[in-house]
């Protein structure tokens, strides 16, 4: 079992920045892909990036390339989300979850159905 813990979110202007942080219980997080997801009012959750377990590979949906970057510290079994150049888009609740498959193909791990534990999440606003 794998208990995610999300921090850092918070009100930011637009243009701003904002760094979130997953801390994970247990002592097999170095074998997890790791995932942020973010869902909006009134819509779907969506993909917004992804690493790989041991950090050699990420991925980011079209709407963050360029301003988002996933990053992962297995000694301290937490993932971290760096978020630059913030829009009103980007407001939504942040989750960030772990995968158990280890080699996975990477759109494997768009689809948050793949991912077996989830955060509670943290929200984000970005005022215009």
């Known amino acids: 079992q794998v208990q995610l813990v999300e921090s850092g979110g918070g009100l930011v202007q637009a243009g701003g920045s904002l760094r979130l942080s997953c801390a994970a219980s247990g002592r097999t997080f170095n074998k997890y892909a790791m995932g942020w997801f973010r869902q909006a009012p009134g819509k779907e959750r969506e993909f917004v990036t992804t690493i790989r377990w041991n950090s050699a590979n990420t991925y980011y949906a079209d709407a963050v390339k360029g301003r988002f970057t996933i990053s992962r510290d297995n000694a301290k079994n937490t993932v971290y989300l760096q978020m630059d150049s913030l829009k009103s888009e980007d407001t939504a609740l942040y989750y960030c979850?772990?995968?158990?498959?280890?080699?996975?193909?990477?759109?494997?791990?768009?689809?948050?159905?793949?991912?077996?534990?989830w955060g509670q999440g943290t929200q984000v606003t970005v005022s215009s």
């Open positions: 979850a772990a995968a158990t498959t280890l080699y996975g193909a990477i759109s494997y791990y768009t689809q948050d159905r793949n991912y077996a534990y």
